[in-house]
């Protein structure tokens, strides 16, 4: 069973910086790939970045000067570092493991096969 469990959410003024982290157990990252996947209200969700097995990664265009995925050496916790934060930030953030397929690495979330934690609130207001 593949558990996630996000930290470090949190409300932050504009311009500020957050760093999500992400513990996971019964997932080797050896396949597939990671990523954090955030949902503002009324909105889909959308994929934020991702990273698979081998360290390559991804971010979404519009974030890739701000945001940046990274994993730990023993590949059991992710994490989103979050600079120049803005309003339209907002939203509920999302770690998510995708052990069979690669989608997110391309922005995109596959119909079956993903695994999410709870999510942790970010909040961007001055």
């Known amino acids: 069973q593949i558990n996630l469990l996000e930290s470090g959410g949190g409300s932050v003024q504009p311009g500020g910086s957050l760093r999500l982290s992400c513990t996971t157990s019964g997932y080797s990252h050896n396949s597939g790939c990671m990523g954090w996947v955030r949902q503002a209200p009324g909105k889909e969700r959308e994929v934020v970045a991702a990273?698979?097995?081998?360290?390559?990664?991804s971010v979404a265009r519009p974030l890739k000067d701000r945001f940046t995925i990274s994993k730990d050496d023993a590949q059991t916790t992710l994490y989103l570092q979050m600079n120049n934060l803005k309003p339209e930030d907002t939203a509920t953030y999302y770690c998510?493991?995708?052990?069979?397929?690669?989608?997110?690495?391309?922005?995109?979330?596959?119909?079956?096969?993903?695994?999410w934690g709870q999510g942790t609130q970010v909040t961007v207001s001055s």
């Open positions: 990273i698979d097995s081998t360290g390559a990664y």
């Open positions: 998510a493991a995708e052990p069979a397929s690669r989608l997110m690495m391309i922005q995109r979330l596959p119909a079956q096969g993903i695994y």
